[in-house]
């Protein structure tokens, strides 16, 4: 199965969620997150690549 562009960024009706910097709690961006990938009918995979380039890594030492 080919996920390619099925949801071009640079496409109007794009909703990008806001980065999580850990300074909210997890569940309200979750919500947050759940509803914008809802608006732009992402799967599951779609959803894990969206998340995964959402975070703010912060340095945790």
């Not at 919500?31 to 995979?45: G, Q, S, T, Y």
């Given at each position: 199965?080919?996920?390619?562009?099925?949801?071009?960024?640079?496409?109007?009706?794009?909703?990008?969620?806001?980065?999580?910097?850990?300074?909210?709690?997890?569940?309200?961006?979750?919500?947050?997150?759940?509803?914008?990938?809802?608006?732009n009918?992402?799967?599951?995979?779609?959803?894990?690549?969206?998340?995964?380039?959402?975070?703010?890594i912060?340095?945790?030492?």
């Amino acid at each position: 199965m080919s996920h390619g562009n099925l949801y071009p960024r640079n496409d109007s009706k794009y909703h990008k969620p806001a980065t999580y910097d850990g300074s909210t709690h997890w569940q309200d961006y979750l919500v947050h997150f759940e509803l914008v990938a809802e608006i732009n009918h992402w799967d599951e995979h779609q959803k894990a690549l969206e998340l995964a380039t959402s975070l703010e890594i912060t340095e945790v030492w």
